[in-house]
């Protein structure tokens, strides 16, 4: 069946209402998880584990423990997932962001962009300052070296699996695996961003991976209001202001539009 490309005309009054309270904030933080891709067809990380790969412990195919104990196996899985990135585009959800972000930067304001997401397809979209909390599929780093030996690794599909560097060195994914630890940097922006935000979106995440979960429960406890994006109830749900069941890629550029609407009204 075809996917609406209009909320329904409850959501739609939804929408209206938040509208006013969003255009009237001078900082803006937005999370992000695997949802927010859904409709580019990127399956979410749930979703990614189906078909060849439904036999797999998701905790083994993203832990250092898996990884270790086949790494070949490993990379095939995150190979598949670069394959079907490179082959979609980011859509109406993630543009949506980007042209916000701009609007508020151009107006002296401050909009931050969280991401849980390793795709990259905010930043195809033209975000331009994004936290990407789990790292970057595109990056590869040595298994056995630091994080500042990071870089790029277009290649795909991949000639081997896994990977080697010049050296001969084992390479794995620059991504955040289950029991590692984030770049600490990472963390405290996005905590600050969470401290310091008027109102903070939560878009497309099950809310149940930390410390990225902690992400909104945060910016509570300082006094933001906090709305969640995300056709299914999920963990935080019972705690958000207000929730807006509805797919990103239909209720944010909706939101965007009333949200411009306003502001250009005051
Ligand atoms: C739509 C939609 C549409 C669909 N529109 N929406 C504190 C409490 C409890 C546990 C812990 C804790 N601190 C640490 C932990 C342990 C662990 C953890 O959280 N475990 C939980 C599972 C319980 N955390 C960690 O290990 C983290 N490390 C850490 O904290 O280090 C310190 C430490 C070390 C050792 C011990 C203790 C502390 C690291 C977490 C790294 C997560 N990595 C992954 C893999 C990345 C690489 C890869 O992708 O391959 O990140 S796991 C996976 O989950 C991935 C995702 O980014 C992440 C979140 O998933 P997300 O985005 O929420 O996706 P889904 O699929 O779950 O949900 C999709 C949602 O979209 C759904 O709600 C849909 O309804 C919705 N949706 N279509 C809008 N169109």
Redesign the pocket.
């Known amino acids: 069946m075809a996917q609406p490309s209009q909320p329904d005309p409850q959501l739609l009054e939804q929408i209206e209402r938040l509208a006013p309270q969003l255009a009237a904030a001078q900082n803006i933080a937005i999370s992000t998880?695997?949802?927010?891709s859904?409709?580019s067809g990127v399956p979410?990380?749930?979703?990614a584990q189906t078909g060849l790969w439904a036999k797999y412990d998701p905790v083994m195919l993203?832990s250092i423990d898996g990884f270790r104990r086949d790494p070949a196996t490993v990379w095939k899985w995150?190979d598949e997932r670069r394959q079907t990135i490179r082959a979609v585009e980011p859509n109406a959800?993630h543009y949506a962001l980007a042209q916000w972000e701009q609007a508020w930067r151009d107006a002296g304001r401050t909009f931050q962009l969280i991401t849980?997401?390793?795709d990259d397809l905010h930043g195809r979209a033209g975000s331009s300052d994004i936290i990407e909390l789990?790292?970057n599929i595109w990056w590869v780093r040595p298994l056995h070296g630091t994080l500042l030996e990071a870089r790029r690794l277009d290649d795909c599909p991949l000639a081997q699996h896994p990977p080697l560097d010049e050296q001969g060195r084992v390479l794995r994914p620059h991504?955040?695996?289950?029991?590692?630890?984030?770049d600490p940097l990472n963390i405290e922006a996005a905590f600050d961003a969470a401290s310091a935000c008027d109102v903070m979106l939560v878009?497309?995440?099950?809310?149940?991976?930390?410390?990225?979960?902690a992400l909104p429960l945060y910016a509570l406890r300082h006094g933001a209001a906090v709305i969640e994006?995300?056709?299914?109830p999920?963990e935080f749900s019972p705690l958000a202001s207000a929730c807006l069941r509805g797919?990103?890629?239909i209720v944010l550029p909706v939101l965007l539009e009333q949200v411009l609407e306003q502001s250009l009204r005051s």
């Open positions: 998880g695997a949802g927010v859904a409709e979410t990380f749930r979703d993203a995150y959800g849980q997401n390793i789990h790292g991504v955040v695996w289950f029991n590692e630890q984030l878009v497309g995440t099950s809310s149940v991976v930390y410390p990225a979960a994006v995300n056709p299914q999920t797919a990103s890629g």
